[in-house]
């Protein structure tokens, strides 16, 4: 069991950034492919970016690619998603998403076993 605890939202101007931590529970962090999801109402969640358990490999939507960096830091067992250059169209929930068997680095939310329960950004404009 996988316990993941987002935090770091907040409100923003645009063009401004915040950085998203997801502190995760658990010994096995260093074997889980570790992804950031957003989500507004009426809408489906959102794949946003996705790294690899030792890190190496990352994806990113082609929203945020060059301007929300995610990273982890084995040791500390939190993933980190830095957002730059904000836009008010990236004011969503976030969430942070974690799977030991998905492959590819999946952008599809069913494909993750466990979630937090996400943290708000809202870019103001």
């Known amino acids: 069991q996988v316990q993941l605890v987002e935090s770091g939202g907040g409100l923003v101007q645009a063009g401004g950034s915040l950085r998203l931590s997801c502190a995760t529970s658990?010994?096995?962090?260093?074997?889980?492919?570790m992804a950031w999801f957003r989500q507004v109402p009426g809408k489906e969640r959102e794949f946003v970016a996705g790294?690899?358990?030792?890190?190496?490999?990352?994806r990113y939507a082609d929203s945020v690619k060059g301007r929300f960096p995610i990273s982890r830091d084995n040791t500390k067992t939190t993933v980190y998603l830095q957002m730059n250059s904000l836009k008010p169209e990236d004011t969503a929930v976030y969430y942070c998403?974690?799977?030991?068997?998905?492959?590819?680095?999946?952008?599809?939310?069913?494909?993750?076993?466990?979630w937090g329960h996400g943290t708000q950004v809202t870019v103001s404009s």
């Open positions: 658990g010994r096995t962090f260093s074997s889980y492919t």
């Open positions: 790294i690899s358990s030792s890190g190496m490999r990352k």
């Open positions: 998403a974690a799977d030991r068997g998905v492959t590819y680095l999946s952008p599809l939310p069913h494909e993750y076993e466990y």
